[in-house]
């Protein structure tokens, strides 16, 4: 049973007789949410290639398969656009199709699609039940990434070669800039179960959220702290606006105050640290030196443009650096180059179609509606 966000399984709820022998067999449903715990909770391990979530993911895939999946008319925007996007992708890559990575690429945006509609179909199945275990794997595995980001950043037990090779915390993730992203959905998830109340074993959940807070900060990601700032403030003002008591919005006022001083003080103090002052008096500019200037981060995506426009297939998986001295580090941009008119128009269409349905779902009263406030709000 899944309670109060946390993984329980009742040996007399979830065995069964089986017939004529006396044995006992797991019920399948049991058994899909135990291996979709496990399949979250190893997301964290990722610089092993390929990572242990991906044979996870196909085990989880073939036992869900055995009973079947949901889906629905509301889903099929998200499966036509997914799919428009990915026939893009298959008829850029015929002129570059000489090259591995490329090939890669598309292999790998196709399987990550097919991710995509699973998590879509399993949460539309049984959506309290599977968000709750996937949300008690992520807070798990986010928390155990973060602590491996902190010790590494401070070279416990000579983990700083690991977890911080370039003197950023990133654990195992290719760069702190990814590893930040990785923990800002279970980050803004403790920070509203903590202010509505609803959030179980409240002081080991904080103590989570202080090491996740801790190494959000460490990655030092500009992105990764605006997207914080901004998720966790549209997170608390839209559970503010649908609060249905009085109570519940001065818990959540009450929380906010004493959450940003307590942040604060952290700040203030985790600053004390020359080496940490350092780094985040450079990363705390709004422009880097590798981003301005004609040949800059910028400079380079608006001289893009023009090419993009010449170009209805596309350049190709893997080709914008190659013309333009550097990847795009635009999604948008990396969608046109990559995959064409076609994949790139599809991209634009699937996010907005997604943000217009979260937008609804954040406003409709349902049981899964604080779910669809986090994750609307990180997205």
């Known amino acids: 049973n899944i309670r109060d966000g946390s993984l329980a399984l009742s040996v007399t709820d979830h065995i069964n007789p089986a017939a004529g022998n006396g044995g006992y067999s797991l019920r399948l449903d049991v058994l899909q949410r135990g291996v979709l715990w496990l399949l979250i909770s190893s997301s964290w391990l990722v ?3 390929p990572s242990p979530y991906e044979f996870m993911f196909l085990l989880t895939l073939l036992i869900y398969l055995a009973q079947g999946m949901t889906v629905t008319g509301a889903m099929m925007p998200f499966v036509v656009f997914l ?39 399993v949460c539309a199945k049984a959506p309290m039940k599977t968000m709750a275990v996937i949300r008690n794997a992520y807070v798990l595995a986010a928390t155990v990434a973060a602590l491996c980001g902190i010790l590494g950043y401070f ?77 966790t403030g549209l997170c608390l003002g839209l559970t503010f606006i649908v609060a249905s008591s009085s109570a519940l919005r001065s818990r959540i006022i009450l929380y906010t105050i004493a959450g940003g001083i307590t942040v604060a003080c952290l700040l203030v103090f985790a600053l004390s640290i020359e080496e940490v002052r350092a780094l985040f008096v450079e990363r705390a500019k709004l422009i880097q030196s590798y981003d301005s200037g004609e040949t800059g981060r910028f400079g380079t995506q608006l001289n893009s443009i023009p090419h993009l426009k010449q170009s209805p297939n ?36 699937l996010i907005a179609a ?15 509606q604080p779910y669809s406030i986090v994750v609307f709000s990180v997205l």
Request: charged share 10%; glycine share 10%; proline share 4%.
């Open 155 to 231: 070279d416990v037990a000579g983990t700083g070669a690991i977890f911080a090779p370039e003197a950023r915390a990133q654990a195992t993730f290719k760069d702190g800039n990814v590893y930040s992203t990785y923990l800002l959905l279970p980050t803004v998830m403790l920070i509203h179960g903590l202010a509505t109340g609803t959030q179980a074993y409240k002081l080991l959940s904080t103590c989570a959220l202080l090491l996740l807070l801790a190494a959000i900060f460490l990655a030092f990601s500009r992105g990764g702290w605006v997207v914080l700032i901004l998720s």
């Open 354 to 368: 997604t943000v217009s349905a979260g937008w609804r779902s954040v406003f409709t009263r349902t049981p899964w």
């Open 314 to 349: 596309g350049l190709g998986p893997m080709q914008f650096g190659k013309l333009m001295g550097q990847d795009p580090h635009n999604v948008y941009l990396n969608a046109f180059s990559s995959y064409g008119w076609l994949g790139g128009f599809s991209y634009l269409l």
């Open 83 to 121: 799919l428009l996007y990915n026939v893009g992708g298959a008829l850029s890559v015929i002129p570059v199709s000489g090259s591995p990575k490329a090939i890669t690429f598309v292999v790998t945006s196709f399987y990550m699609a097919v991710m995509a509609m699973f998590f879509a179909f």
């Open 47 to 49: 610089f092993i290639e």
